[in-house]
């Protein structure tokens, strides 16, 4: 449904340590180098960047906003969190069932240390091994 997602950050080396650990918790790998920046996601699918704003300002994470990052099962939403909390992140909400969407929606919530709202959920059942 979407091309990329672009983050802000204000300190490209302090987001390399946080987002590396994170994405691999995901299974999520960099399909190319940026100078001043990370790309996560497939080449040709959808990525998510993490930079300084093209504009020069300084980043600003919305109130609302968040990037939700597909997990291939359950054990990898709670490595996200994990991961997320060891390496400078905050938590938004433990990893969990969110029955109020459906009935298989596990997921987490963290921000970044520049204070983007990031999440990662799984909709499969527990115990199904299918994609």
């Given at each position: 449904m979407?091309?990329?997602i672009t983050l802000?950050?204000?300190?490209?080396?302090?987001?390399r340590a946080f987002y590396e650990p994170v994405m691999t918790a995901l299974g999520i790998g960099q399909p190319f180098q940026l100078d001043q920046g990370l790309v996560f996601g497939e080449l040709a699918g959808p990525k998510?960047?993490?930079?300084?704003?093209?504009?020069?300002?300084?980043?600003?994470?919305?109130?609302g906003p968040h990037t939700a990052l597909l997990a291939p099962d359950?054990?990898?939403?709670?490595?996200?969190h994990a991961a997320a909390l060891t390496n400078g992140g905050?938590?938004?909400?433990?990893?969990?069932?969110?029955?109020?969407y459906h009935a298989n929606y596990y997921g987490a919530y963290?921000?970044?240390?520049?204070?983007?709202?990031?999440?990662a959920v799984c909709h499969r059942k527990y115990d199904d091994t299918a994609a």
């Open positions: 979407f091309s990329h802000g950050s204000s300190d490209i080396d302090r987001s998510l960047f993490i930079g300084a704003p093209f504009d020069g300002g300084a980043p600003h994470p919305g109130n359950r054990a990898a939403v709670d490595a996200f905050s938590d938004e909400g433990i990893p969990g069932l969110r029955p109020h963290v921000r970044d240390p520049d204070g983007n709202k990031l999440q």
